[in-house]
């Protein structure tokens, strides 16, 4: 699945709410988009996952700009005052209440159990507010791609939470590796240091050029420096509320 936000924007000049972007995440592909001030970052997050119209420019899955589609597909986590669990919240209470929206069983056994197939098994009393920045986004991709209907996520400024920007971004590669396709909207300083990170290789060998090649609808990238990177200026918000 290929997202791709054109020229996006809410607002115009200086002091725009969403000041103009594009980005562009595919199969085998992390997209990267840097925005900054409070709420712009929530903003972007919106009109990336469909969840919000842009007043300029567009969102298109696949090329096809198709809200509905993409607001079933693609997944918001942890976004601020949308998407961001409650910090007190313990990492298996958190667990069991995504076990629950995603339709399945949501008691204290099974939600133990799905910690333990993701590592957090020691964690399960830890508040979300304490867990080390990568497993947080280790927790909130797994447990958003449970729901059945969900093949790509939009990661929310990992950032703000701290920690090594490495750490993080290896659980966004390890998604995309899992054919995910992953947005990360992100700030200045932390789309640096993943320009200035290697990026591996995602397609599987049989795509990259084995004997035998499955036909696919969109082609694996073809070369490991394909990720896709974009960054706006800095500029305020003119609302609390997107």
């Known amino acids: 699945m290929r997202l791709e936000l054109h020229d996006v924007a809410i607002g115009d000049g200086p002091g725009a709410a969403l ?30 996952g469909g969840r919000m119209r842009p007043e300029t420019g567009r969102v298109t899955v696949d090329g096809r700009a198709d809200d509905a589609a993409i607001r079933a597909s693609f997944a918001l986590v942890d976004t601020p005052t949308v998407a961001e669990p409650f910090a007190a919240l313990t990492v298996v209470q958190v ?30 009393r830890t508040r979300l507010s304490a867990l080390p920045t990568e497993l947080r986004v280790r ?3 797994e447990l ?15 950032e703000r939470h701290g920690g090594d920007v490495a750490a993080w971004l290896s659980v966004v590669h390890d998604l995309v590796g899992r054919d995910y396709t992953v947005l990360t909207i992100t700030g200045f300083a932390a789309l640096a240091t993943i320009e200035s990170l290697p990026t591996p290789e995602f397609a599987p060998a049989a795509a990259a050029g084995t004997d035998a090649v499955p ?28």
Do not use: Y
């Open 144 to 158: 958003a791609v449970l729901r059945p209907e969900v093949r790509g996520l939009v990661v929310t400024t990992p």
């Open 215 to 242: 036909e696919t609808d969109t082609a694996p990238p073809s070369s490991p420096d394909d990720t896709a990177v974009a960054a706006t200026p800095d500029t305020s918000v003119e609302s609390d509320q997107p």
């Open 19 to 48: 000041p103009r972007l594009g980005a562009v995440a595919d199969r085998w592909v992390p997209g990267f988009v840097a925005v900054e001030t409070e709420n712009a970052p929530t903003l972007a997050s919106l009109v990336a």
């Open 95 to 124: 667990a069991r209440e995504e076990l629950a929206l995603a339709g399945l069983r949501a008691d204290k056994a099974s939600a133990r159990l799905l910690l333990e197939e993701i590592g957090l098994d020691e964690h399960e």
């Open 139 to 141: 927790l909130l991709c």
